[in-house]
C-alpha cells in the first residue's frame, strides 16, 4: 500500500475508527522512540551529547529552568 492510498483510507475512518487509529498510532511512535533511544544509548552514540552537557554543566553554562 502506497502512502497516497494509507492517507485515503485514514480519511475515509469513522471518528470512531479515527480516534482507535491515532490512539493506535501514538502508542506505536512512541515505541518506535524508545526502541531508537535504547539503540543509541546502548552503541554509545549519545556519548558525545552526554559528555557536552556535563561540560556545560561543570563550566556553570547551565541555568535552572
Known amino acids: ?13 469513522s471518528p470512531g475508527e479515527l480516534s482507535a487509529f491515532t490512539r493506535w498510532l501514538d502508542d506505536y511512535t512512541a515505541s518506535r522512540w524508545d526502541t531508537q533511544l535504547d539503540e543509541d544509548i546502548t552503541t554509545g552514540k549519545l556519548e558525545k551529547l552526554g559528555a557536552k ?13
Open 53 to 65: 552537557a556535563d561540560r556545560a554543566f561543570e563550566s556553570g553554562q547551565c541555568t535552572e529552568w
Open 1 to 13: 500500500m502506497s502512502l497516497a492510498e494509507l492517507e485515503m483510507e485514514v480519511q475515509n475512518l
